[in-house]
């Protein structure tokens, strides 16, 4: 079983910074991808971010493309989601998730999900 636990989350103002964590335990695969993806009152969950843990390639979604960066600590087996230029339409509940394989924007296909973490941007 995995467990991921994200942090970072709370309320900022527009054109602030915020980094989310998440930190990951439990049983490791030798390819997986660590995900964001978020989720705003009355809306699908979107796809945010994502990260093959082995090679360090990545993916973002058309909304936070230039704006956030996703990046992982392999010693503290912990991924970060930096977030820049916060607008109030970035305002979601956030949450990790893990796959294994190949990095996919589908919600589905991931396996394991965190709690999640609220973030609300202010105008």
């Known amino acids: 079983q995995v467990q991921l636990v994200e942090s970072g989350g709370g309320l900022v103002q527009a054109g602030d910074s915020l980094r989310l964590s998440c930190v990951a335990s439990?049983?490791?695969?030798?390819?997986?991808?660590m995900g964001w993806f978020r989720q705003a009152p009355g809306k699908e969950r979107e796809f945010v971010a994502a990260?093959?843990?082995?090679?360090?390639?990545?993916s973002y979604g058309d909304s936070v493309k230039g704006r956030f960066t996703i990046s992982r600590d392999n010693i503290k087996n912990t991924v970060y989601l930096q977030m820049n230029s916060l607008k109030p339409e970035d305002t979601a509940v956030y949450y990790c998730?893990?796959?294994?394989?190949?990095?996919?924007?589908?919600?589905?296909?991931?396996?394991?999900w965190g709690q999640g973490t609220q973030v609300t941007v202010s105008s």
């Open positions: 439990g049983r490791t695969f030798s390819s997986y991808v």
């Open positions: 990260i093959n843990w082995s090679s360090g390639s990545t």
């Open positions: 998730c893990r796959k294994s394989g190949i990095i996919s924007t589908r919600r589905e296909a991931y396996n394991y």
